[in-house]
């Protein structure tokens, strides 16, 4: 298995721009998990979706960010317009319900630099 | 909520040394603990997990050790090598939830 699968890697945007994350999770995953990673707050939960739909996106700062999953093998974190406060680590995860782990694959991250 | 803290931001052993990290957590009804690591530029990655009806899990060169009676967590690593030099993340399920909550992470520097 290739593992939580990000894109882009890293990305730099100018500030009111808008900003696409990509997150493949592992086949078979019915979780999904967006984090965000900062030095002062560390891994902090922003939305997770369960079988694709969101069950609790109260870890997401503003309206300006959304995120969505259309089907089992893809999801979109957007944040739109982008500031420079955004700029952090997101990471994308999946679990898998009824696995011997409860814990989360995860992705190797979007380096986000709003500046 | 849950809330997880830990003991030592910075940890600097000398290779071959053993390594204690520790974490703390609130929740007496959290069930289920795990320890990650992460390597620079990398995701965090899964370590060993522990369900709160242990006390101790063994793995390859790792130990974690649960004592609920306090609420603390620890991660053992035997003869420390420089390839463990990471942050380490303890991550908490409270009862009863899906997620888990992490702490701030420890780093741990292996010299050697």
């Known amino acids: 298995d290739a593992g939580v699968i990000q894109s882009p890697r890293h990305e730099v945007t100018e500030m009111g721009q808008e900003v696409t994350l990509r997150c493949k999770p592992i086949?078979?995953?019915?979780?999904l998990f967006w984090y965000r990673q900062t030095m002062m707050r560390g891994l902090e939960l922003l939305i997770y979706f369960n079988n694709n739909v969101p069950i609790d996106d109260s870890g997401m700062p503003e309206d300006r960010f959304s995120a969505k999953m259309p089907n089992a093998s893809f999801s979109t974190l957007k944040i739109q317009p982008s500031e420079p406060r955004d700029s952090a680590v997101y990471f994308c995860?999946?679990?898998?319900?009824?696995?011997?782990?409860?814990?989360?694959?995860f992705g190797s991250g979007t380096r986000l630099t709003v500046v | 909520g849950e809330s997880v803290g830990l003991h030592l931001p910075t940890l600097s052993v000398q290779e071959g040394d053993n390594s204690i990290i520790n974490c703390a957590y609130s929740n007496s009804a959290s069930d289920y603990f795990i320890w990650y690591k992460q390597e620079s530029g990398k995701g965090p990655q899964f370590i060993i997990d522990i369900r709160s009806n242990m006390d101790k899990r063994q793995g390859q060169r790792v130990t974690v050790l649960l004592n609920k009676t306090v609420k603390h967590l620890s991660l053992q690593i035997a003869a420390t090598q420089p390839g463990d030099s990471a942050v380490y993340f303890c991550?908490?399920?409270?009862?009863?939830?899906?997620?888990?909550?992490f702490g701030k992470g420890t780093m741990l520097l292996v010299s050697p």
């Open positions: 995860a999946s679990s898998k319900t009824g696995a011997s782990s409860y814990g989360y694959t």
């Open positions: 086949s078979g995953h019915d979780y």
């Open positions: 991550a908490v399920r409270p009862s009863g939830y899906s997620t888990l909550t």
